[in-house]
């Protein structure tokens, strides 16, 4: 992690084996004690409900589901995170969560606030097309000339307008406590779009008003995301500074949406370069919800 050591540091966005990471609870901690960190966050993709337009796979139209935590083993989930709570106590802050999807009339982020959870983060994956399909924006650079080619008309700006129109949509919903990727749609980005081109820059800006908006009313905070880094899927952060720019006002929290152990603190200077570079002098931890059931943040200078 470099210099990072010496500076309070946080993950809240993690993948276990519950999911689609690897390694387990108990894993996790270890290495996050091992590496310095006050306080971690446990956050599988959420289960999603069977339905015929959410399941499937990319090729057949449909999007592919396989990585959500299943229903069946939510109990247990969240039965180890809270026994990991004790058992780590006096060492580190561990915190219970889900990553939520946001699917215009299918999921959203808000119904998971009833199951006990420290905190949600809310995510857009997928998309709708233009023939009512759903599919993924983050799998794989094939899966992702597929969406743009085969179900979009090769229309690369339309698929961005749609995605950061599905995150404006969540934002102004709320019930969640962290804004995740907020960008995700560049991650198998190579030659469809360009993020300084104005058709991007406008729909990029519009979605930074809505959600400088939604922020005031629901209070949550925009990660600064470093999986890509850790992954070596996309070469900066989600989002990267000049999206960043946009956001003044916002708490910002650093993860590492880690899907492995070993990915914890990945990328973080990274990240603190881009806040910087923003124009931002702090980062901001999570210290639970108040009684008013928003999330309550603390700040910490970017030393």
Same mark, same amino acid.
């Given at each position: ?66 990585? *959500?935590?299943?229903?069946? $083993? ?71 000339? $597929? ?10 700006? @339309?698929?961005? $307008? ?38 991007? @820059?406008?729909?990029?800006? *519009? ?97």
């Amino acid at each position: 992690m470099g210099s990072t050591m010496g500076r309070r540091l946080t993950c809240l966005h993690t993948h276990t084996c519950y999911c689609d990471g690897s390694g387990t609870v108990e894993d996790f901690c270890a290495a996050a004690v091992g590496k310095g960190l006050s306080a971690i966050g446990f956050s599988a993709h959420a289960p999603l409900a069977t339905d015929p337009g959410v399941t499937g796979s990319a090729d057949s139209g449909s999007a592919n589901t396989g990585w *959500h935590l299943p229903m069946e $083993r939510f109990a247990a989930y969240r039965a180890e995170v809270k026994a990991a709570k004790e058992k780590w106590a006096g060492k580190i802050t561990v915190y219970l969560g889900l990553e939520a999807d946001y699917i215009e009339g299918i999921a959203s982020p808000a119904r998971w606030n009833k199951h006990g959870l420290d905190y949600v983060i809310g995510a857009v994956h997928y998309i709708p097309t233009p023939k009512g399909a759903l599919l993924e924006v983050d799998g794989d650079a094939d899966s992702f000339r $597929r969406l743009v080619h085969d179900h979009f008309a090769g229309d690369a700006a @339309q698929v961005v $307008r749609v995605y950061y129109r599905c995150v404006e949509k969540m934002a102004r919903e709320g019930g969640f406590d962290i804004l995740g990727h907020l960008d995700l749609v560049k991650k198998n980005n190579r030659d469809f779009f360009s993020l300084e081109s104005p058709a991007y @820059q406008e729909t990029a800006a *519009h979605a930074a008003a809505v959600i400088r908006d939604a922020q005031k009313e629901h209070g949550f905070a925009v990660e600064v995301n470093t999986g890509a880094l850790a992954r070596g899927t996309y070469p900066d952060t989600y989002p990267e500074a000049a999206l960043l720019r946009l956001l003044p006002g916002i708490p910002f929290i650093i993860t590492t949406d880690a899907h492995c152990p070993e990915h914890l603190g990945a990328g973080y200077e990274r990240a603190i370069a881009n806040l910087r570079e923003a124009g931002y002098t702090e980062s901001a931890f999570f210290e639970g919800r108040g009684a008013d059931g928003k999330p309550e943040w603390s700040y910490a200078h970017l030393a």
